[in-house]
């Protein structure tokens, strides 16, 4: 139910609203809504921005093994929002999210690894073929610059065009 109000999907969006259900559902043990939390915490819907409870409750959602919230936190260790910057815990989180499957966290990681081209490749493609939009359209861009792979036209074209469709910048 926090779901469809947090999205509007069956009922009017409100913001507020999924904010309180997500907490009823964290409260009683549900990572997803913990996980949510975070993400409304982080962005400031429904609440009152605080990056600091937006870790705590990424990090609670993570111990319970929700890989989404696991990458999110890992994000925000690589940036320092909220907790002090580590690139080695956050680097450790995303790719543990990464290596359950999370498409967000391997796109994340990528951008982190942008150093080395042949690794950030590895990990757009990952997140490419698990349906990250975004990580598809970086890809692209490795293909049209030759980063990390041989450059490919018709497949950076390709990769491009299904990024557009599915929402990527």
Not at 61 to 87: F, H, P, T
Not at 123 to 139: F, I, Q, S, V, Y
Request: charged share 25%; proline share 2%.
């Amino acid at each position: 139910l926090a779901t469809a109000f947090a999205a509007g999907v069956g009922v009017p969006a409100d913001p507020d609203r999924a904010f309180e259900l997500y907490g009823v559902g964290c409260e009683r043990g549900d990572s997803h809504s913990c996980g949510s939390l975070g993400v409304m915490y982080s962005l400031g819907t429904g609440t009152t921005r605080d990056l600091g409870r937006a870790v705590e409750h990424f990090d609670r959602a993570c111990q319970d093994r929700d890989m989404i919230a696991c990458g999110n936190l890992g994000w925000m260790y690589l940036q320092g929002l909220g907790v002090e910057k580590s690139a080695a815990r956050g680097t450790g989180l995303l790719t543990g999210a990464c290596d359950e499957g999370d498409p967000r966290s391997c796109f994340r990681l990528g951008v982190h690894r942008r150093d080395d081209g042949v690794v950030s490749a590895e990990l757009w493609r990952k997140a490419c073929e698990l349906g990250d939009a975004d990580a598809c359209a970086a890809l692209a861009v490795s293909y049209i610059d030759g980063a990390g792979v041989d450059v490919d036209e018709a497949l950076a074209v390709e990769l491009s065009r299904y990024g557009c469709q599915e929402g990527s910048a």
